[in-house]
Nanobody, 115 residues
């Protein structure tokens, strides 16, 4: 079993920055990343990164958000710059373990961007 604990959400003004952190209860051999869900919308991928550093970034955040991972600290981070009101959502940390295949979710952290 894996527990993921997020931190760093909060309120920011448009154009501002926030940094999300997620720490895992054990090392993840697989993919770690971030998803978000706004009210009335489906959960969507924001950014993911593999153990080897291969990244997938959503088009909507390219150039504004940066994902990073520290395998030694069992952590993944999301640096969010140039925030927009449409970035307002609950952000979820996600881990996918490849052997055996399992997916885990954090409890979510709220990000609210005011215009």
């Amino acid at each position: 079993q894996v527990q993921l604990v997020e931190s760093g959400g909060g309120l920011a003004q448009a154009g501002g920055s926030l940094r999300l952190s997620c720490v895992s209860s054990r090392s993840i051999f697989g993919i770690m990343g971030w998803y978000r869900q706004a009210p009335g919308k489906q959960r969507e991928l924001v950014a993911t990164v593999t153990n080897g550093g291969n990244e997938v970034i959503a088009d909507s955040v390219i150039g504004r958000f940066t994902i990073s991972r520290d395998n030694g600290k069992k952590s993944v981070y999301l640096q969010m710059n140039s925030l927009k009101p449409e970035d307002t959502a609950t952000y979820y940390c996600n881990a996918v373990v490849v052997a055996p295949y399992r997916t885990y979710w954090g409890q979510g952290t709220q990000v609210t961007v005011s215009s």
